[in-house]
């Protein structure tokens, strides 16, 4: 797997991390780490769509961070697992997945 997409999967790992801070963060240290993570995942996406494909950035970053905040909400959260929910999240997954394997990637040459 190329650097960029593991940079790319990072930074939908923190983009989970804020959404859920967003939700349920109270304290001053929460918030904090909800701005870190903020911080982190918009530097990561933003670096690894400078070699990659934006769109294709875009909606991995995007469909990563949607399927990981509703998993976490149902893991950590007790939030009520629902077949439907869950056959969507499959569905966008699956798009995520294929938008991946169909994607050239371009060769960047580095200064």
């Given at each position: 797997?190329n650097r960029?997409?593991?940079i790319?999967?990072?930074?939908?790992?923190?983009?989970?991390?804020?959404v859920?801070?967003?939700k349920?963060a109270?304290s001053?240290?929460e918030?904090?780490?909800?701005?870190i993570?903020?911080i982190i995942?918009?530097t990561?996406m933003?670096?690894a769509?400078a070699?990659l494909?934006?769109g294709?950035?875009?909606a991995?970053?995007v469909g990563?961070?949607?399927?990981?905040?509703?998993?976490?909400?149902i893991?950590?959260?007790?939030?009520?697992?629902r077949?439907?929910?869950?056959?969507?999240?499959s569905?966008?997954?699956i798009?995520v997945?294929?938008l991946k394997l169909v994607?050239?990637?371009?060769?960047v040459?580095e200064?």
């Amino acid at each position: 797997m190329n650097r960029n997409w593991v940079i790319v999967f990072i930074a939908s790992f923190f983009e989970v991390i804020w959404v859920i801070g967003l939700k349920h963060a109270t304290s001053v240290w929460e918030w904090i780490v909800t701005l870190i993570a903020i911080i982190i995942s918009f530097t990561f996406m933003i670096g690894a769509s400078a070699k990659l494909p934006v769109g294709t950035v875009y909606a991995v970053f995007v469909g990563l961070g949607t399927a990981g905040t509703i998993l976490a909400e149902i893991l950590f959260f007790g939030e009520p697992i629902r077949f439907m929910k869950l056959m969507l999240v499959s569905t966008l997954l699956i798009g995520v997945i294929g938008l991946k394997l169909v994607t050239n990637e371009v060769k960047v040459e580095e200064d």
